[in-house]
Nanobody, 125 residues
Framework: QVQLVESGGGSVQAGGSLRLSCVASGYTYSTYCMGWFRQAPGKEREGVASIHKDGSTGYADSVKGRFTISKDDAKNTLYLQMNSLKPEDTAMYYC???????????????????WGQGTQVTVSS
């Protein structure tokens, strides 16, 4: 019913950049919270950035100043611009959408219940 399809992951050297994209179907970005999460091997999934329908954004302290979340409502697409990448950023990155009915993972005032398949980001030193 709701599908989130991510792209843009890859392998880069430290200091490089990547831009992740997430295209939604069966869901309207303009109406709900959207976010990016990541999960490194052996660690729990953590929120990276989120954006609300009014365009307000929030970021994890570890990525502030380096990552930028944005969306194109007309294209139903969410983006994460990642600059000055560090090896510590290596993780599987997931696009997530708010689910106000079924619940899920809480992050910055929103509950995320819809998830993309994940796209791997690997940063080498």
């Amino acid at each position: 019913q709701v599908q989130l399809v991510e792209s843009g992951g890859g392998s880069v050297q430290a200091g490089g950049s990547l831009r992740l994209s997430c295209v939604a179907s069966g869901y309207t970005y303009s109406t709900y919270c959207m976010g990016w999460f990541r999960q490194a091997p052996g660690k729990e999934r953590e929120g990276v950035a989120s954006i609300h329908k009014d365009g307000s954004t929030g970021y994890a302290d570890s990525v502030k100043g380096r990552f930028t979340i944005s969306k194109d409502d007309a294209k139903n697409t969410l983006y994460l611009q990642m600059n000055s990448l560090k090896p510590e950023d290596t993780a599987m990155y997931y696009c997530a959408a708010e689910d106000t009915l079924s619940g899920g993972v809480w992050y910055r005032g929103c509950v995320y219940g819809y998830w993309g398949q994940g796209t791997q980001v690997t940063v080498s030193s």
